[in-house]
């Protein structure tokens, strides 16, 4: 396992943007693959993004495609979500999590490790 940071997260009236940083502590093999999920208050965690730091390919839910921004800095072993045009919505804790998956990339099992969640709240 790697440990993970967030941080970047806030409140922004709907229409804004915020960018998430992700941090990893190290690299391992079997932590490729890093994701963005959120979870709001009484809701299923839901993968929103990932992408496979070797390839640099990234994978988006139909929820953010468009408006969200999966990036990573192998240099600082960071990966950042760029999200904007932001809605009520999309207000949750946002996690970000590394792992090796063998299918679904966007779903939380497939993912070993995981940071500690940083807000987000869009206002209307």
């Known amino acids: 396992q790697v440990r993970l940071v967030e941080s970047g997260g806030g409140s922004v009236q709907a229409g804004g943007s915020l960018r998430l940083s992700c941090t990893a502590s190290?690299?391992?093999?079997?932590?490729?693959?890093r994701a963005w999920f959120r979870q709001p208050p009484g809701k299923e965690r839901e993968g929103i993004a990932a992408?496979?730091?070797?390839?640099?390919?990234?994978y988006y839910a139909d929820s953010v495609k468009g408006r969200f921004t999966i990036s990573v800095d192998n240099a600082q072993n960071t990966v950042y979500l760029q999200m904007n045009s932001l809605k009520p919505e999309d207000t949750a804790m946002y996690y970000c999590?590394?792992?090796?998956?063998?299918?679904?990339?966007?779903?939380?099992?497939?993912?070993?490790?995981w940071g500690q969640g940083t807000q987000v709240t869009v206002s209307s």
């Open positions: 999590a590394a792992g090796a998956p063998v299918g679904d990339l966007l779903l939380p099992a497939e993912y070993h490790s």
């Open positions: 190290t690299y391992t093999y079997n932590s490729a693959s």
């Open positions: 992408i496979d730091i070797s390839y640099n390919t990234p």
